[in-house]
């Protein structure tokens, strides 16, 4: 982990130290006072490497068309996907009835998703928009999941932001909500070919 952090109104925390992997939970958070908070977690750069067959179904799977039509251009369809990744993480929490503005704050990840209105301020059958960008500019037209879980089950949709990296959903059930995307670009390494960047959003809505 790169960077692991909780932000409220007024401060931030710094949460790795906090990290312990023999134990569960593997975070333990200090006590929260009441308002909205935002945790942050930015991972260390990983590798992967995948057959070609492989590497493109996860393409297709993740809207990464810009990659698909890199490699079908530069007859590269039958080489291996050898890529860097990174997670850039953001958890909405919400203690006490006392709402805070800290969810529309910018991070400074590489992709950023911020909500317009406070998730928590939204009841089921309302809509709420997102912002989403790649190294501050918006993440146009790019492909969007929206999971929500209720009662044990995990419903998914497949949606696009507009030109202007925008994206508008309506509430359609109480739950855990986490919103994603992932951008990938071309990169000149040794080792890798592919720089991906994991962004998502979690938040709940009673």
Same mark, same amino acid.
């Given at each position: 982990? /790169?960077?692991? $952090?909780?932000?409220?109104?007024?401060?931030?925390?710094?949460?790795?130290?906090?990290?312990?992997?023999?134990?569960?939970?593997?975070?333990?958070?200090?006590?929260? *006072? /009441?308002?909205?908070?935002?945790?942050?977690?930015?991972?260390?750069?990983?590798?992967?490497?995948?057959?070609?067959?492989?590497?493109?179904?996860?393409?297709?799977?993740?809207?990464?068309?810009?990659?698909?039509?890199?490699?079908?251009?530069?007859?590269?369809?039958?080489?291996?996907?050898?890529?860097?990744?990174?997670?850039?993480?953001?958890?909405?929490?919400?203690?006490?009835?006392?709402?805070?503005?800290?969810?529309?704050?910018?991070?400074?990840?590489?992709? *950023?998703?911020?909500? /317009?209105?406070?998730?928590?301020?939204?009841?089921?059958?309302? *809509?709420?928009?997102?912002?989403?960008?790649?190294?501050?500019?918006?993440?146009?037209?790019?492909?969007?999941?929206?999971?929500?879980?209720?009662?044990?089950?995990?419903?998914?949709?497949?949606?696009?932001?507009?030109?202007?990296?925008?994206?508008?959903?309506?509430?359609?059930?109480?739950?855990?909500?986490?919103? $994603?995307?992932?951008?990938?670009?071309?990169?000149?390494?040794?080792?890798?070919?592919?720089? $991906?960047?994991?962004? $998502?959003?979690?938040?709940?809505?009673?």
């Amino acid at each position: 982990v /790169e960077r692991l $952090s909780l932000h409220t109104s007024n401060k931030t925390i710094d949460l790795k130290n906090n990290i312990d992997t023999t134990r569960q939970p593997v975070v333990v958070l200090p006590p929260l *006072e /009441e308002g909205t908070h935002l945790i942050q977690m930015q991972s260390n750069n990983a590798f992967i490497e995948l057959a070609p067959d492989k590497f493109l179904d996860y393409l297709k799977e993740d809207g990464i068309e810009n990659i698909i039509e890199y490699r079908e251009k530069n007859k590269l369809t039958q080489t291996q996907g050898k890529e860097f990744y990174h997670r850039n993480t953001k958890l909405l929490l919400q203690s006490g009835s006392k709402q805070t503005d800290v969810y529309k704050m910018d991070t400074g990840m590489p992709l *950023e998703i911020v909500p /317009e209105e406070n998730p928590y301020a939204k009841k089921v059958g309302d *809509e709420l928009t997102f912002t989403f960008t790649f190294k501050k500019q918006p993440h146009r037209f790019a492909l969007i999941k929206v999971w929500q879980k209720n009662n044990g089950k995990t419903f998914l949709q497949n949606l696009y932001t507009d030109k202007d990296g925008k994206l508008s959903i309506r509430i359609g059930a109480s739950g855990v909500w986490m919103i $994603s995307s992932v951008k990938m670009e071309t990169i000149q390494n040794e080792k890798a070919d592919y720089q $991906s960047y994991w962004g $998502s959003l979690v938040f709940a809505v009673k």
